[in-house]
């Protein structure tokens, strides 16, 4: 164990660094896990050596930091001050973990892609990516306006999505979606194609954009179609990530 009282620390300069922006994260090719449940998600994805577990120094002898102590993986305490600076929530769950940021595969997936144009709030994009992962999709792929998927906020919204799916994020959509070998269709709330009358043969993308701006001209352009979900007269719209999930999810109930 490596125990840190210091604000000074190097290391814990780089703790900062990786809990605050997404610029450090991309640059280190590393995220910070905050809580027990994505740890566990984190490892059971990649592995009981993926992880660097940093630890409150108050919490060492709770189970849940415990068990892991036990299971001799490597650990970073840090006086109590300075873990609550790093921990996203109010009521700190007394570890966190630092692990590699996953690379997102460039192969096209075959079945269900996500693109995602412009989502800023990283608890929707959380929620998406959980709704993704759970309907069975393949691959997500983000425009450089996204939230950071990476990012504690994000990562708690999708409760262990980010290591299941691929993940890519800052590309160019426009070229993602001319470059998928099927169809792509847009969620769109003026198209004249419902969701359940859509063709969606495998391969199929869809593409959700940011709540109230929708999907970005230039992406429409390069779609094979438009298709909307059927809503009672009066009601404007539905939030971006209720949306994708029934997007996600008529697609898998056609799959049986």
């Not at 102590?69 to 921990?87: K, T, Y």
């Not at 470059?179 to 993308?205: H, K």
Request: proline share 5%.
């Amino acid at each position: 164990m490596k125990k840190i009282t210091s604000r000074d620390n190097p290391d814990f300069r780089h703790l900062q660094h990786l809990a605050r922006s997404g610029k450090s994260r991309r640059a280190a090719g590393q995220t910070l896990l905050d809580g027990a449940h994505l740890i566990d998600a984190y490892v059971t994805a990649f592995g009981e050596a993926s992880v660097t577990l940093v630890a409150r120094a108050s919490s060492l002898e709770s189970p849940q930091v415990r068990q892991r102590l036990d299971a001799g993986r490597p650990c970073i305490v840090l006086a109590d001050g300075l873990f609550n600076e790093l921990s996203p929530v109010d009521t700190p769950s007394g570890v966190l973990a630092v692990g590699a940021i996953p690379v997102g595969s460039s192969v096209i997936a075959t079945g269900l892609t996500v693109f995602v144009d412009g989502v800023q709030d990283p608890g929707n994009l959380g929620a998406i990516l959980r709704s993704a992962a759970a309907a069975g999709a393949a691959r997500v792929v983000l425009s450089p306006e996204c939230a950071d998927p990476w990012s504690p906020k994000c990562l708690r919204g999708g409760m262990g999505a980010q290591f299941v799916l691929a993940v890519q994020d800052h590309q160019d959509l426009v070229a993602s979606v001319r470059a998928f070998r099927g169809r792509v269709l847009a969620a769109d709330a003026q198209a004249r194609t419902t969701l359940f009358d859509a063709d969606l043969q495998d391969p199929v993308g869809f593409v959700v954009g940011a709540e109230g701006l929708g999907v970005s001209a230039e992406v429409l352009a390069v779609c094979a179609g438009r298709v909307r979900i059927p809503m009672e007269p009066g009601v404007e719209s539905l939030n971006a990530a209720a949306a994708a999930t029934l997007l996600f999810y008529e697609w898998r109930r056609r799959r049986g």
